[in-house]
């Protein structure tokens, strides 16, 4: 049974950092590339962040880039984003996603196979 369990979010302040960790089980971890996702209310969940099997290549989305750091540790089967100077617009539940490995990361939700439960993000200014 696969499982992707995150964990980590919470109550901040804008300017404030968080770090979120998305635990996996039942795959291949290593042969997985792992992405973010958030969801605010009453918006379409969007993509953040995503890594390939390897660690080798990362893509981000424009809103978060140069703020927000997706890692991987593929021997604690562990993905990880370091999100730094929060902004209120940052507020979201964000999930982790995993695929079988890709030529490139894909940014479309409906290409992930696994999903976690997610973690709420808020940001308060």
């Known amino acids: 049974q696969v499982q992707l369990v995150e964990s980590g979010g919470g109550l901040v302040q804008a300017g404030d950092s968080l770090r979120l960790s998305c635990a996996a089980s039942?795959?291949?971890?290593?042969?997985?590339?792992m992405g973010w996702f958030r969801q605010a209310p009453g918006k379409e969940r969007e993509f953040v962040a995503g890594i390939n099997w390897s660690g080798g290549s990362t893509y981000y989305a424009d809103s978060v880039k140069g703020r927000f750091t997706i890692s991987r540790d593929n021997y604690k089967n562990t993905v990880y984003l370091q999100m730094n100077s929060l902004k209120p617009e940052d507020t979201a539940v964000y999930y982790c996603a995993a695929v079988l490995r890709k030529l490139t990361i894909p940014r479309e939700g409906a290409r992930y196979d696994y999903w976690g439960q997610g973690t709420q993000v808020t940001v308060s200014s």
């Open positions: 039942g795959i291949v971890f290593s042969s997985h590339t």
